[in-house]
């Protein structure tokens, strides 16, 4: 008898994982508390440099087990990928350039169990609060869906859930250029409230469609990167199609005008974000699986920035090359959040090609406040080769130009406004670095050992117990 081969979703993800061992995947069947203790025992594993997806099985209060770390690191995303760390970029960027319809089917197991108007409560949801000084429990990796009003488009997007009370969110972090912020804006000034889902627990590849920064239909997206049509469902109590095999779907209105403080909350950039007025969600409906995991994102550790990293290389890679045709990699390390820091990998070809180059990525995702651009003999994985080629290769007289009143991120905490550095904001002065030799000039060649002979030695030969 063959066996069914089943969607992929978030199930199918973790049984990979299992497969590949207790470096990839852990259970943890001790109950824990939702308040803080999750994050806690991440914490300590992080402090051990052990970074495997953490699944607790039981949960004071909830019949819901909690996963944590599905993307603790960038191996667990090429496995979602089939493939490997050093081809994800290129992986990823096939894909998202093969947009498929999603498949429309009447049922799925995101519908075993639906709760409805005033049988809905939140606090049903093993919601985690995570951090010391969080206002309270987050939903940190719920994909929200809305639909443009005027393309019929489905935007999705990840932003931070504040449970205020048992049928209402906080909908908290979407940036003013978002197109979130452009969607609830035309909702707002027709006086309409806007119909939205967020679903909870899927495959990796369909998250990651949230974080894309092209103006495509979102659910197109993620069949694209799945590498299959996903399979869509309609919602209960919305105007939306929603994934089948997610394992929770909350279903709401965000209404116009109206808003609730939300925060503090731990950010990406490892800072408490501030409270402020953010809009609300008005939930409707709930459906899950009979058997839901609730998938947590620990919004301490760097996979609240992984998360985001992916799609915006490809996205800075596809416009850099339509400006300098020689950029050969991009990457956007955790030491700047996945976000602000990005460095460039050029074949240089004429003089001032660097500075084009910098001054394309910066315009091309205004996250990035500091570019670093280098010659293509530098390894951009590693931040030592960055740092040493800054500290050979350039006179900053020349090297370094700013743009100063630029706009970036709201949760960049060193922003100022026009009226000074106080009081956050959104401007922050943007910083170049071109770290190319010059072009056509007689400089010093790297010193390394035979090419062929690193290529063909075999450390074992020499160093048995290394293996």
């Known amino acids: 008898m063959c066996e069914i081969e089943l969607p992929k979703d978030l199930r199918t993800f973790l049984d990979d994982l299992k497969k590949r061992g207790p470096d990839w995947y852990v259970s943890v069947e001790k109950e824990v508390d939702s308040k803080y203790e999750p994050v806690a025992l991440m914490r300590k594993l992080q ?102 009003p005027e393309t019929g488009f489905v935007n999705a997007g990840v932003y931070r859930h504040l449970v205020h009370d048992k049928k209402v969110l906080g909908i908290g972090g979407p940036e003013p250029n978002s197109r979130l912020s452009r969607i609830m804006q035309k909702a707002e000034k027709a006086n309409k409230s806007l119909d939205a889902a967020i679903f909870i627990g899927h495959h990796p590849a369909a998250i990651l469609a949230s974080q894309n920064k092209r103006w495509v239909d979102e659910t197109e997206l993620m069949s694209g990167l799945l590498g299959e049509p996903i399979d869509v469902v309609p919602g209960e109590t919305v105007d939306l199609d929603v994934p089948a095999w997610a394992e929770i779907i909350i279903e709401g209105k965000i209404p116009p005008s109206v808003r609730k403080i939300d925060g503090p909350f731990a950010e990406f950039t490892f ?58 990699e991009v990457k956007l390390p955790l030491a700047g959040c996945g976000r602000f820091l990005c460095y460039v990998k050029i074949e240089k070809s004429y003089e001032g090609q660097g500075k084009i180059a910098a001054a394309a990525a910066l315009s091309a995702d205004p996250f990035v406040k500091i570019v670093v651009v280098v010659d293509d003999d530098v390894n951009i994985q590693d931040n030592n080769e960055v740092l040493w080629a ?78």
């Not at 099985?57 to 050093?86: C, I, Q």
């Not at 090297?399 to 009081?423: E, H, V």
């Open 390 to 467: 800054i500290a050979t290769r350039t006179q900053f007289d020349q090297a370094l130009f700013q743009i100063p009143l630029a706009p970036g991120s709201i949760l960049d905490p060193s922003n100022y406004t026009m009226k000074g550095r106080l009081g956050g904001g959104n401007l922050n002065t943007k910083l170049a670095v071109d770290a190319t030799k010059p072009f056509g000039s007689s400089y010093p060649d790297r010193v390394e050992v035979p090419k062929k002979l690193l290529e063909t030695m075999n450390l074992q030969e020499y160093l048995p117990s290394i293996g």
């Open 271 to 328: 800072y408490y974000g501030a409270p402020y007025e953010s809009a609300v969600f008005n939930v409707t409906a709930i459906t899950h699986r009979r058997d839901a995991i609730y998938h947590h994102v620990n919004p301490m550790f760097p996979e609240h920035n992984i998360w985001g990293i992916l799609p915006r290389e490809a996205n800075l890679l596809r416009k850099l090359s339509a400006a300098v045709p020689t950029v050969k």
């Open 47 to 148: 402090f051990q440099g052990k970074f495997p997806t953490v699944m607790f099985e039981k949960v004071r209060g909830f019949k819901m087990p909690v996963v944590s770390w599905v993307a603790s690191n960038f191996a667990h995303l090429a496995a979602a990928f089939d493939t490997t760390e050093d081809k994800l970029l290129a992986e990823y960027s096939k894909r998202e350039q093969n947009m498929i319809p999603p498949r429309h089917v009447s049922d799925g197991p995101v519908k075993e169990v639906i709760v409805r108007e005033d049988s809905v409560d939140l606090r049903k949801l093993p919601i985690i609060t995570s951090c010391e000084k969080d206002s309270g429990p987050y939903i940190t990796i719920g994909v929200t869906l809305v639909k443009d």
